[in-house]
C-alpha cells in the first residue's frame, strides 16, 4: 500500500492531548525516520523523471540541405566519386626571344590562331645585320688570303724542283737548296693558316646570321595565342634581370588540342579510380552540358596538406568552346550501372540515396582505421554514425552523394565527447 506524503507528515505531529498516552521515545523516532525515507524517495523519483539527463552531452546541429544541382546528376548507381577542378593545357608556353633586344614588330593578338612556324614577333636587327656584313666581309679577306697563298705556293714549287736537280748535278751547294725547301715550307704552311682563317671566317658569319635569325620569334606549334605581355617598342629578354621595364615574354601560346581537366580527389576514394575510367565532366560555363571524358592518369603521389591526389581527365570530343582555366565538376562513373551503395542502418530507418544532398564541411568526420568518412545523425536524443560518400566541395558546403537524406540532422561539434548511440542535447544552428 501507498503511503501519501500528508499522512506521513501526520505522523510526524506530537500528540498533546492528556488522553492520549504518552509513546515511548524509541518507537516514535523510529517512525519519524521511516516517514523522512519515504518523503526523499519520492522526491528523488519526481527529480529523475522531471529534470534533465545529465550525460546528455550538449551539441550545436545542422540541417542537411538538398544539393541545387541533384536534379542534373549522375543516373544512380553510375557515380563512383565527384570532383571539382579546372581546364588545364598540357601543351603551353611562353613566348620569348632567344637574345634581349627592343621589339620592333608584334604579329599576333589575342586569339589569334598560329600554325607551328609562324613568325609572330620580331626585335630591332640592325646591330645583328651589321655583326653580319662584318662577318661576311671577314670570310672574304680569308678567301682571298687563301687564294693568294695557294699561287705562292703553286709558283714556288717547279724553282725548288729545278734547284733540286742542279743540286744533283753539282751546279749548286747542299746549303742553298736546303735554304730553297725552307722557303718552299713556309708557302705551304701559309696556305695552312689561310685554311685555317677562311674555317674561322666562316665560323662567326655562322654566328652572326644565327644572330640575325634569333631576333625572329616563331610559333613552336600550332596553337591560340591566349595572351600578349609585350608592345612594339619594349625591351624583351628571355631572363628576368630584376626590373619592372624589361619584358620577359612576348604572349602565351596555347595547344587547344591538348587540354585536359584537373582535379583534386581525397586520397580515401583513389582506389576507386583507374587509367581509361569514364567520367562525366561538366564545365561552370555550360552547366547544362555534360561532356564525355576519361582518366589519362593517377598522379603517383598525395599532397600532405590536403590529403588529395591529382587526377588528370581527357575529353573524349574536342570543342572550341572549352577554354582553359574554366571551372569543371568530374563525375566518376563506373564501366556499367551498379546497385545503389548499401547505407548504414539506424533504429530510425534506413539512409536514403534519393539524391545528393549539402552539409557543412566540419560536420564530415573521417575514422582512423580504413578511413571511413562518416558524420554523426542525430536521431530522437541519440546520435547515430552514419558511413557517407563524398561529392565535391561547392561553395555553399560539401556534397554527399549517399548516406544522408535532406531534412537529417548531423552534430556539428563536441565530436571527441561522442560515440555511436550516445545521448545529446542539441541546438540547431
Same mark, same amino acid.
Given at each position: 500500500?501507498?503511503?501519501?506524503?500528508?499522512?506521513?507528515?501526520?505522523?510526524?505531529?506530537?500528540?498533546?492531548?492528556?488522553?492520549?498516552?504518552?509513546?515511548?521515545?524509541?518507537?516514535?523516532?523510529?517512525?519519524?525516520?521511516?516517514?523522512?525515507?519515504?518523503?526523499?524517495?519520492?522526491?528523488?523519483?519526481?527529480?529523475?523523471?522531471?529534470?534533465?539527463?545529465?550525460?546528455?552531452?550538449?551539441?550545436?546541429?545542422?540541417?542537411?540541405?538538398?544539393?541545387?544541382?541533384?536534379?542534373?546528376?549522375?543516373?544512380?548507381?553510375?557515380?563512383?566519386?565527384?570532383?571539382?577542378?579546372?581546364?588545364?593545357?598540357?601543351?603551353?608556353?611562353?613566348?620569348?626571344?632567344?637574345?634581349?633586344?627592343?621589339?620592333?614588330?608584334?604579329?599576333?593578338?589575342?586569339?589569334?590562331?598560329?600554325?607551328?612556324?609562324?613568325?609572330?614577333?620580331?626585335?630591332?636587327?640592325?646591330?645583328?645585320?651589321?655583326?653580319?656584313?662584318?662577318?661576311?666581309?671577314?670570310?672574304?679577306?680569308?678567301?682571298?688570303?687563301?687564294?693568294?697563298?695557294?699561287?705562292?705556293?703553286?709558283?714556288?714549287?717547279?724553282?725548288?724542283?729545278?734547284?733540286?736537280?742542279?743540286?744533283?748535278?753539282?751546279?749548286?751547294?747542299?746549303?742553298?737548296?736546303?735554304?730553297?725547301?725552307?722557303?718552299?715550307?713556309?708557302?705551304?704552311?701559309?696556305?695552312?693558316?689561310?685554311?685555317?682563317?677562311?674555317?674561322?671566317?666562316?665560323?662567326?658569319?655562322?654566328?652572326?646570321?644565327?644572330?640575325?635569325?634569333?631576333?625572329?620569334?616563331?610559333?613552336?606549334?600550332?596553337?591560340?595565342?591566349? /595572351?600578349?605581355?609585350?608592345?612594339?617598342?619594349?625591351?624583351?629578354?628571355?631572363?628576368?634581370?630584376?626590373?619592372?621595364?624589361?619584358?620577359?615574354?612576348?604572349?602565351?601560346?596555347?595547344?587547344?588540342?591538348?587540354?585536359?581537366?584537373?582535379?583534386?580527389?581525397?586520397?580515401?576514394?583513389?582506389?576507386?579510380?583507374?587509367?581509361?575510367?569514364?567520367?562525366?565532366?561538366?564545365?561552370?560555363?555550360?552547366?547544362?552540358?555534360?561532356?564525355?571524358?576519361?582518366?589519362?592518369?593517377?598522379?603517383?603521389?598525395?599532397?600532405? /596538406?590536403?590529403?588529395?591526389?591529382?587526377?588528370?581527365?581527357?575529353?573524349?570530343?574536342?570543342?572550341?568552346?572549352?577554354?582553359?582555366?574554366?571551372?569543371?565538376?568530374?563525375?566518376?562513373?563506373?564501366?556499367?550501372?551498379?546497385?545503389?551503395?548499401?547505407?548504414?542502418?539506424?533504429?530510425?530507418?534506413?539512409?536514403?540515396?534519393?539524391?545528393?544532398?549539402?552539409?557543412?564541411?566540419?560536420?564530415?568526420?573521417?575514422?582512423?582505421?580504413?578511413?571511413?568518412?562518416?558524420?554523426?545523425?542525430?536521431?530522437?536524443?541519440?546520435?547515430?554514425?552514419?558511413?557517407?560518400?563524398?561529392?565535391?566541395?561547392?561553395?555553399?558546403?560539401?556534397?554527399?552523394?549517399?548516406?544522408?537524406?535532406?531534412?537529417?540532422?548531423?552534430?556539428?561539434?563536441?565530436?571527441?565527447?561522442?560515440?555511436?548511440?550516445?545521448?545529446?542535447?542539441?541546438?540547431?544552428?
Amino acid at each position: 500500500m501507498t503511503v501519501s506524503k500528508s499522512e506521513l507528515l501526520k505522523q510526524l505531529r506530537v500528540d498533546r492531548s492528556g488522553s492520549t498516552p504518552t509513546a515511548p521515545a524509541e518507537p516514535r523516532l523510529r517512525r519519524a525516520g521511516w516517514g523522512l525515507a519515504g518523503i526523499l524517495l519520492v522526491g528523488g523519483s519526481l527529480a529523475w523523471v522531471y529534470l534533465p539527463d545529465s550525460q546528455a552531452v550538449p551539441v550545436k546541429a545542422a540541417v542537411v540541405r538538398p544539393s541545387a544541382d541533384s536534379d542534373a546528376g549522375t543516373p544512380a548507381g553510375g557515380m563512383v566519386v565527384e570532383a571539382t577542378g579546372y581546364v588545364v593545357a598540357r601543351r603551353e608556353a611562353t613566348l620569348a626571344p632567344k637574345v634581349a633586344g627592343r621589339l620592333d614588330r608584334l604579329f599576333i593578338e589575342e586569339g589569334s590562331q598560329v600554325t607551328a612556324g609562324t613568325v609572330v614577333a620580331k626585335l630591332d636587327d640592325s646591330n645583328a645585320l651589321a655583326a653580319l656584313r662584318q662577318a661576311q666581309g671577314g670570310v672574304r679577306l680569308a678567301e682571298a688570303t687563301l687564294e693568294q697563298s695557294r699561287l705562292a705556293l703553286a709558283n714556288g714549287l717547279p724553282q725548288y724542283k729545278r734547284e733540286q736537280e742542279q743540286a744533283e748535278a753539282g751546279f749548286i751547294s747542299a746549303q742553298a737548296l736546303q735554304t730553297r725547301k725552307s722557303e718552299y715550307d713556309g708557302l705551304r704552311a701559309a696556305v695552312s693558316v689561310s685554311e685555317g682563317s677562311l674555317d674561322v671566317a666562316r665560323g662567326a658569319l655562322a654566328v652572326a646570321q644565327q644572330a640575325v635569325e634569333d631576333t625572329v620569334v616563331k610559333a613552336p606549334f600550332t596553337g591560340i595565342v591566349t /595572351s600578349r605581355a609585350a608592345q612594339a617598342g619594349e625591351i624583351v629578354s628571355p631572363i628576368s634581370s630584376g626590373g619592372g621595364t624589361i619584358r620577359t615574354g612576348i604572349a602565351t601560346l596555347v595547344d587547344m588540342d591538348s587540354l585536359e581537366v584537373e582535379v583534386d580527389v581525397n586520397q580515401n576514394f583513389i582506389q576507386k579510380l583507374r587509367v581509361g575510367q569514364p567520367a562525366s565532366i561538366k564545365l561552370d560555363a555550360y552547366p547544362d552540358r555534360k561532356i564525355a571524358g576519361q582518366v589519362v592518369a593517377v598522379v603517383p603521389t598525395a599532397s600532405r /596538406s590536403k590529403g588529395t591526389v591529382k587526377v588528370r581527365l581527357g575529353f573524349k570530343d574536342k570543342d572550341s568552346r572549352i577554354l582553359p582555366e574554366m571551372g569543371a565538376h568530374v563525375a566518376f562513373l563506373t564501366d556499367r550501372p551498379t546497385a545503389a551503395a548499401p547505407q548504414a542502418a539506424s533504429t530510425a530507418g534506413t539512409a536514403s540515396n534519393a539524391g545528393r544532398v549539402v552539409v557543412p564541411p566540419e560536420s564530415v568526420q573521417t575514422g582512423a582505421e580504413g578511413g571511413a568518412t562518416y558524420v554523426y545523425v542525430i536521431v530522437g536524443s541519440k546520435i547515430n554514425r552514419r558511413d557517407v560518400l563524398l561529392g565535391s566541395r561547392e561553395r555553399d558546403g560539401q556534397v554527399i552523394v549517399s548516406g544522408l537524406s535532406a531534412g537529417d540532422r548531423v552534430v556539428m561539434s563536441g565530436f571527441d565527447k561522442l560515440r555511436d548511440g550516445a545521448s545529446v542535447n542539441a541546438s540547431d544552428l
